[in-house]
């Protein structure tokens, strides 16, 4: 039963761009719950880049004054609604960037769920299931999604270490499987970009049997990104003859960067090899463009994509691939507080952070 879930929660808010690195601590009236939706009590969550884009509106407007972001949850489940099978009370389970779909359309009935046209963000989406209620998302004490949206979390991996794959790592995962299969063995994959989406992506195209090279604007990274599983390193700003150099070298490119002033987008099609693609997972702020024409390709024959995310099918296979390979984030735990979370979202903001910030001790943030 639902009976016992209180009726506000209590997360870090922001009311409008202006203050988008200051959150305070507030409650507000949680979400209705669904047949099919899980309630958790929150443990940890990640501080994905989107939490920045989306509280400097650079991808559209707030769509509520006391907005709480946060895509990479980890917590307990507390409640679970009429329909729901796989998930008992007591489980702990995590939730990513996406909390809901229509569970009926093409897309939702295979592993596309993601994509669903009424798919509800974790936050700052009004659900058309809930009465177009805006999401909240996981800073906060309590995050409701619906079960097709919640993974269950093996127990040999400790909860601030699973959340960044909560994201982050869905989110690389999908399309390197979608684009190398599942015996990358034999090709060659370029990262761009070694943040939080980054270094999980290095890790998880080496653990598919992949040469991995990374790219990076500088050569700071450059240790840490061979310990992460590089083969090979790139400062494309340092090294000024790279793309001759690697001409015709790569099966795939994943674009993992948040933004696109660093990038030539034409170097990077120079390098693929003929009728492959560079799939963009970073997204920047709205008004930032590559700039493309049919011209950009023609002399590759190559492909640009996007991704989004990744189906549920996927997060198992991950979580599956993760344990066998080692495969771990590399995180720094911030005890979730108003002051912690402001320097954290700067530090993020400003390329401060080797690779993850994970808030913790959510017990400690919220009065119960
Ligand atoms: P991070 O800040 O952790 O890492 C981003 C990396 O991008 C930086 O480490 C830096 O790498 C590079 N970078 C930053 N600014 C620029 C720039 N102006 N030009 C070129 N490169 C730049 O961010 P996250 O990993 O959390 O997120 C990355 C992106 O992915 C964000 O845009 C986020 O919104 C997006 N995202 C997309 C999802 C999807 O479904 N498609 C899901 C989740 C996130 P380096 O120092 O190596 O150059
Ligand atoms: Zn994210």
Request: charged share 25%; glycine share 8%; aromatic share 10%.
């Amino acid at each position: 039963t639902t009976d016992s879930v209180p009726a506000k929660f209590q997360g870090f808010a922001s009311s409008n761009k202006n203050t988008w690195n200051k959150p305070k601590l507030v409650s507000y009236d949680r979400k209705q719950i669904n047949p099919h939706d899980v309630v958790l009590e929150n443990e940890v969550c990640g501080l994905c880049y989107s939490d920045i884009h989306t509280l400097q509106s650079n991808w559209g407007e707030y769509n509520r004054d006391d907005l709480v972001v946060g895509h990479e949850i980890v917590g307990k489940v507390i409640a679970v609604g009429d329909k729901v099978t796989e998930f008992k009370i007591g489980q702990r389970v995590g939730i990513g960037a996406a909390s809901s779909a229509c569970r009926e359309c093409n897309r939702c009935k295979s592993d596309n769920e993601q994509y669903c046209a009424k798919a509800a963000s974790t936050y700052n989406a009004p659900d058309v299931r809930s009465n177009n209620y805006v999401t909240q998302g996981g800073y906060s004490s309590h995050s409701i999604a619906d079960e097709q949206f919640v993974f269950p979390i093996p127990d040999d991996l400790p909860s601030a270490y699973a959340a960044p794959l909560m994201c982050a790592g869905i989110t690389v995962f999908s399309p390197l499987l979608r684009n190398l299969g599942s015996d990358a063995k034999g090709k060659t994959v370029g990262i761009i970009g070694i943040g939080g989406l980054g270094h999980l992506a290095l890790q998880l195209a080496k653990a598919l049997g992949a040469k991995v090279v990374a790219f990076s604007r500088t050569s700071s990274k450059k240790d840490q990104a061979l310990k992460l599983g590089a083969d090979e390193f790139i400062a494309t700003n340092e090294e000024k003859d790279w793309s001759s150099k690697y001409h015709d070298t790569f099966d795939f490119i994943l674009n993992c960067a948040s933004g696109v002033d660093g990038l030539n987008l034409q170097d990077y099609l120079s390098v693929l090899k003929v009728d492959k693609k560079f799939i963009s997972v970073g997204l920047p702020p709205a008004t930032e463009q590559f700039g493309v024409s049919p011209f950009t390709f023609l002399k590759h024959g190559a492909s640009f994509g996007s991704s989004l995310l990744g189906s549920k099918v996927e997060v198992l296979e991950m979580l599956k691939l993760a344990a066998k390979h080692n495969v771990k984030p590399w995180i720094e735990e911030v005890p979730l507080s108003e002051e912690n979370c402001s320097k954290a979202l700067n530090r993020c903001h400003d390329g401060d952070v080797r690779y993850r910030f994970v808030f913790t001790e959510f017990d400690k943030a919220f009065a119960k």
